[in-house]
């Protein structure tokens, strides 16, 4: 009986530390103090830097709940080359409520945004006191241009993002998976997709970093790669 207890005690320490890796508090993506991003002063929560439950950036809304502006740059221009099938659609000059998913994402990655910068203060509007004290954040908020994670205003040299993957790129491609719903590329639900298309969502997930850097699943033996890749 007290084994049985003993063994039920450590499955629940275990099963809570899987729950606590699969947050963002404590990740790179917590930007508090005492949580593993770059440490601020004058901020408690984690979620609000990207989320508000009230008053979203603007009236006509950007999902889901973003609490920041949009990077102001005009053109980020499209990865192209001779063997590319996809289309990639040009993804500056966004505005909210219509962005992409990697809109988001490049509101604080391009480098231009201060990662601090909040629609709606924390603290029922409070004064957003956050002052970058150390870590690869600049000053300015803005993410260091020495930083890999400043992934810089061109995508010219990223993997195509913002285009259509579906089953008829698959085909033309010839060395493609078909991807098993618009929703999804694998029938696992691991990796997904943006109503059909490939965004950096699809490969990183923004709240869990159990497969660091933030990739939706471990990339051992490139297993995130041949997900969607015959090769
Ligand atoms: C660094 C920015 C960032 C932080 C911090 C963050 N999120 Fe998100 N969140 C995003 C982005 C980007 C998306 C859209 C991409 C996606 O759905 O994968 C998203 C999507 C969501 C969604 C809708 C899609 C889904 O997965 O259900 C919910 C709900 C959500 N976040 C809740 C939270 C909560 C709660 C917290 C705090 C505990 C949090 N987020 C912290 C960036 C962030
Ligand atoms: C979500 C699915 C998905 C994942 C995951 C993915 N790719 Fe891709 N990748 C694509 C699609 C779709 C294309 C467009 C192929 C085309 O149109 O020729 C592409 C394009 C490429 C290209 C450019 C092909 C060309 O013809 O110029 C390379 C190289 C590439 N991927 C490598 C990788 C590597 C390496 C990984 C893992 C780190 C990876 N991809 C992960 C879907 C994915
Ligand atoms: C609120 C600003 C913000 C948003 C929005 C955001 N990030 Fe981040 N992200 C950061 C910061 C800050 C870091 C840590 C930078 C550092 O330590 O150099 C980071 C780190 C990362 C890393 C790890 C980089 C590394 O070198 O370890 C990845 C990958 C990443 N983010 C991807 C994403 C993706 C994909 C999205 C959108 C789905 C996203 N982020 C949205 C601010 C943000
Ligand atoms: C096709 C999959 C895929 C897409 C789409 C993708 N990434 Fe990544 N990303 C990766 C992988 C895999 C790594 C890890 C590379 C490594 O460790 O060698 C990575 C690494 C990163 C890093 C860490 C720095 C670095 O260069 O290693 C950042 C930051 C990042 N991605 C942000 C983004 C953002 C922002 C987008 C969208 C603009 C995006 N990613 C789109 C697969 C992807």
Not at 140 to 162: V, Y
Not at 179 to 192: E, M, N, Q
Request: aromatic content about 4%; some cysteine; overall charge negative.
């Amino acid at each position: 009986m007290k084994k049985l207890l003993v063994l039920t005690v450590m499955m629940m320490m275990l099963l809570t530390t899987a729950a606590f890796g699969l947050s963002v508090v404590g990740s790179k993506h917590d930007l508090r103090i005492t949580g593993g991003g770059t440490p601020t002063a004058g901020i408690s929560e984690v979620c609000v830097v990207c989320h508000t439950p009230h008053q979203a950036s603007t009236s006509a809304g950007q999902t889901p709940l973003w609490n920041k502006g949009l990077s102001g740059q005009a053109t980020y221009s499209v990865y192209s080359s001779p063997t590319l099938n996809a289309v990639p659609t040009e993804l500056g000059g966004a505005t909210l409520g219509t962005a992409q998913v990697s809109n988001l994402c490049l509101s604080c990655h391009d480098g231009t945004v201060s990662v601090l910068s909040m629609a709606n203060l924390p603290n029922s509007g409070g004064t957003n006191t956050a002052t970058t004290v150390a870590g690869h954040i600049l000053a300015s908020g803005q993410i260091d241009p020495a930083s890999t994670a400043n992934i810089g205003t061109s995508l010219t040299n990223d993997h195509p993002i913002n285009f259509t993957y579906d089953a008829t790129l698959a085909s033309a491609d010839g060395g493609l998976v078909t991807p098993a719903s618009a929703a999804y590329v694998d029938a696992g639900k691991k990796v997904p997709l943006f109503t059909g298309t490939v965004q950096c969502a699809s490969c990183h997930d923004v709240h869990d970093n159990v497969n660091p850097p933030f990739l939706v699943m471990a990339n051992t033996a490139s297993a995130l790669c041949t997900t969607c890749h015959v090769k």
